[in-house]
Nanobody
Framework: QLQLVESGGGLVQPGGSLRLSCAVSGFSLDYYGIGWFRQAPGKEREGISCISRNGGRTAYADSVKGRFTISRDDAKNTVYLQMNSLKPEDTAVYFC??????????????????????WGQGTQVTVSS
């Protein structure tokens, strides 16, 4: 059974940075595309970034483009989300999710929730002065 565990959340001032980690166990990360989602209080869960199996393709929501970077280290079975220039509106619970197994290594899973079958429990990110 595929399991995902997020870490790295916390309280940060506006303009600051955090790096979230998503540790995957139960199956080789190599077979899966990974996405990051977030959910703010009273709002729908939104997809913010995803990465293909081979790490060669990435996608970002407009709200985080240019500030967030997704990457993966299959040797460590871990996916990262580097978040820079954080804003108060980035405050949310952040989730990672796995889509697959995917046959095509360069295919992006997309940013729709329905594409992802396994989810982590989330980590809180609060951006406040």
């Amino acid at each position: 059974q595929l399991q995902l565990v997020e870490s790295g959340g916390g309280l940060v001032q506006p303009g600051g940075s955090l790096r979230l980690s998503c540790a995957v166990s139960g199956f080789s990360l190599d077979y899966y595309g990974i996405g990051w989602f977030r959910q703010a209080p009273g709002k729908e869960r939104e997809g913010i970034s995803c990465i293909s199996r081979n790490g060669g393709r990435t996608a970002y929501a407009d709200s985080v483009k240019g500030r967030f970077t997704i990457s993966r280290d299959d040797a460590k079975n871990t996916v990262y989300l580097q978040m820079n220039s954080l804003k108060p509106e980035d405050t949310a619970v952040y989730f990672c999710a796995a889509a697959g197994p995917i046959y095509e290594r360069s295919r992006l899973p997309g940013l729709e929730r329905a594409a992802f079958g396994s989810w982590g429990q989330g980590t809180q990110v609060t951006v406040s002065s």
